[in-house]
């Protein structure tokens, strides 16, 4: 098993230009969510899904959008990007029998110039 | 006040240490608290889990929880060189069926020297 798996690792993207962040688990999960991470603000949750077909916002959802493609796929959307967005993004899933566990994926690391 | 309040350090220990790092929160309705640990440049991975108050040990590493006072703890005993990395507290009130919102702390760094 892969785990939960996103691409990709690193991305440098100027101003205005969008990018999608991909995300998938072979975990059969329902849960996954996205966050990012900044130096000093810890772990912030952007956007999640509770099960296939459903996503709500979480603490900081503005400048990004979400897709639940599948059970196994969760996509993050900059449509435009700005520097304020320079972050780390870690996509997470749970569902398995401790429901509260979140497994984390390495990351991406996105610099927008 | 943030919901949860962790210490950043960074905090540098000898090998063979005994570590302890702390949350403190505010939400009452916390039932169930996780620490999680991030080596650089990775994911974070669970470390501990426990449910309610009480202690939970597992190998070199004990959890403890105690809700009155809304603090949780972890001790890490002989602390060892590949115990450095960040040691972020995790919160959850849910249960049940639906999504599990994790509310994190920012994170303590942790170094042990040989």
């Known amino acids: 098993n892969a785990g939960v798996t996103q691409t990709p690792k690193f991305q440098v993207l100027k101003t205005g230009q969008s990018m999608t962040l991909q995300c998938a688990q072979d975990?059969?999960?329902?849960?996954m969510y996205w966050y990012r991470q900044d130096p000093g603000m810890g772990l912030r949750l952007i956007y999640y899904?509770?099960?296939?077909?459903?996503?709500d916002k979480g603490e900081v959802p503005n400048g990004y959008n979400v897709s639940r493609l599948n059970k196994r796929e969760f996509s993050l959307r900059l449509e435009s990007a700005a520097p304020s967005q320079t972050s780390v993004y870690f996509c997470a899933s749970t569902g398995g029998l401790l429901n509260n566990e979140q497994f984390f994926g390495p990351g991406t690391r996105l610099t927008v110039l | 006040q943030k919901e949860v309040e962790q210490d950043p350090g960074p905090l540098s220990v000898p090998e063979g240490a005994i570590v302890s790092l702390n949350c403190t929160y505010s939400n009452s309705a916390f039932q169930y608290f996780m620490w999680y640990r991030q080596y650089s440049r990775k994911g974070p991975e669970l470390l501990m889990y426990?449910?309610?108050?009480g202690n939970k040990e597992d190998g070199r590493f004990t959890a403890q929880v105690d809700k009155s006072s809304k603090y949780i703890s972890l001790f890490i005993r002989d602390s060892q060189p590949s115990d450095s990395a960040t040691y972020l507290c995790a919160m959850s009130a849910g249960s049940g069926a639906g999504s599990y919102q994790l509310t994190f702390g920012k994170g303590t760094k942790l170094s042990v020297i040989p």
């Open positions: 426990t449910y309610s108050s």
């Open positions: 975990m059969n999960h329902n849960s």
């Open positions: 899904s509770a099960s296939e077909g459903t996503t």
